[in-house]
């Protein structure tokens, strides 16, 4: 379990050489993307569910072609992963929060999202709720998507492989702002993303199997292991609803163009996806 305290005992800087540094006595960590390599970290504990916050302050200014990645993820070719990123974008055009769900090394389940805020300004709180009847995904505490297990009807859900928390800052122009039209301009760089905060309520995996559930929660949260059974109650459905009715800019459900023989079977079971 992390506690924010300190990302020295937390997490390994992964690749970037100094680009990824841990800073303020290990308080804070920051990655930077210059023209020649971007930068990474990953937790040192695989979880098998949970509830991660992390607090982030993306890059500022002219961000475009940039993405930082911050997600859970198993490891080989039918990994599970749940994905938030974070697509830059040119001075004084707002960020996209795209998410996803892999299952089994499928994902094809994007919803992308503007905020209601900058990003850039100050430190917002982003955090993944995995138990095992849903995925919600938050934003200073409001959910902005919730994924349900279906796996009763046969549609994969992460449920048996340990994940680790990763973080990454990388060049993406190639896609990441208006489909690639918009290019990484070098002038602007180095590009730096900053963290604090990590917490990670979680069951810590040990040799693949789940164990030790932590039970310290971050002052925010109102109870103690409430992840496991979270749901969305009345208040909660009505802030999904705000959010996707003014802030959703792209649904895969939605996309009939994309999936001309019909839309996925999770879309037909439920109006939160």
Same mark, same amino acid.
């Given at each position: 379990? $992390?506690?924010?305290?300190?990302?020295?005992?937390? !997490?390994?800087?992964?690749?970037?050489?100094?680009?990824?540094?841990?800073? +303020?006595?290990?308080? =804070?960590?920051? @990655?930077?993307?210059?023209?020649?390599?971007? =930068?990474?970290?990953?937790?040192?504990?695989?979880?098998?569910?949970?509830?991660?916050?992390?607090?982030?302050?993306?890059?500022?200014?002219?961000?475009?072609?940039? !993405?930082?990645? #911050?997600? @859970?993820? =198993?490891?080989?070719?039918?990994?599970?992963?749940? +994905? *938030?990123?974070?697509?830059?974008?040119?001075?004084?055009?707002?960020?996209?929060?795209?998410?996803?769900?892999?299952?089994?090394?499928?994902?094809?389940?994007?919803?992308? *999202?503007?905020?209601?805020?900058?990003?850039?300004?100050?430190?917002?709180?982003?955090?993944?709720?995995?138990?095992?009847?849903? %995925?919600?995904?938050?934003?200073?505490?409001?959910?902005?998507?919730?994924?349900?297990?279906?796996?009763?009807?046969?549609?994969?859900?992460?449920?048996?492989?340990?994940?680790?928390? #990763?973080?990454?800052?990388?060049? $993406? +122009?190639?896609? $990441?702002?208006?489909?690639?039209?918009?290019?990484?301009?070098?002038?602007?760089?180095? *590009?730096?993303?900053?963290?604090?905060?990590?917490? $990670?309520?979680?069951?810590?995996?040990?040799?693949?199997? =789940?164990?030790?559930?932590?039970?310290?929660?971050?002052?925010?949260?109102?109870?103690?292991?409430?992840?496991?059974?979270?749901?969305? +109650?009345?208040?909660?459905?009505? *802030?999904?609803?705000? !959010?996707?009715?003014? #802030?959703? %800019?792209?649904?895969?459900?939605?996309?009939?163009?994309?999936?001309?023989?019909?839309?996925?079977?999770?879309?037909?079971?439920?109006?939160?996806?």
């Amino acid at each position: 379990m $992390a506690t924010g305290d300190n990302f020295y005992q937390d !997490v390994d800087l992964t690749w970037g050489d100094y680009r990824a540094k841990i800073l +303020d006595g290990g308080k =804070s960590l920051s @990655l930077t993307l210059d023209k020649t390599s971007g =930068s990474g970290f990953r937790s040192k504990r695989e979880y098998l569910f949970g509830r991660i916050d992390m607090e982030l302050k993306l890059v500022s200014g002219d961000s475009a072609g940039t !993405v930082t990645a #911050y997600y @859970l993820s =198993s490891e080989g070719p039918y990994h599970d992963e749940i +994905d *938030f990123e974070f697509l830059g974008n040119s001075s004084g055009e707002p960020y996209i929060v795209h998410t996803n769900v892999y299952t089994q090394g499928k994902g094809n389940r994007e919803q992308q *999202f503007y905020l209601w805020f900058d990003p850039t300004k100050k430190f917002h709180t982003y955090s993944i709720v995995w138990n095992p009847k849903r %995925i919600i995904f938050l934003v200073d505490n409001i959910p902005i998507r919730e994924y349900n297990n279906e796996e009763a009807i046969g549609i994969p859900f992460p449920s048996k492989q340990p994940m680790r928390v #990763y973080s990454s800052l990388w060049d $993406a +122009d190639q896609w $990441a702002t208006r489909g690639g039209l918009v290019k990484t301009n070098w002038s602007n760089a180095p *590009f730096t993303a900053y963290y604090r905060n990590f917490n $990670a309520n979680a069951c810590v995996s040990s040799l693949g199997s =789940s164990t030790n559930c932590g039970s310290k929660m971050s002052k925010s949260i109102p109870t103690n292991n409430g992840w496991q059974t979270q749901g969305l +109650d009345a208040n909660g459905r009505r *802030f999904l609803r705000w !959010v996707q009715k003014y #802030y959703m %800019i792209y649904n895969y459900c939605a996309d009939l163009k994309r999936f001309p023989k019909g839309r996925p079977r999770e879309c037909r079971r439920s109006r939160f996806l």
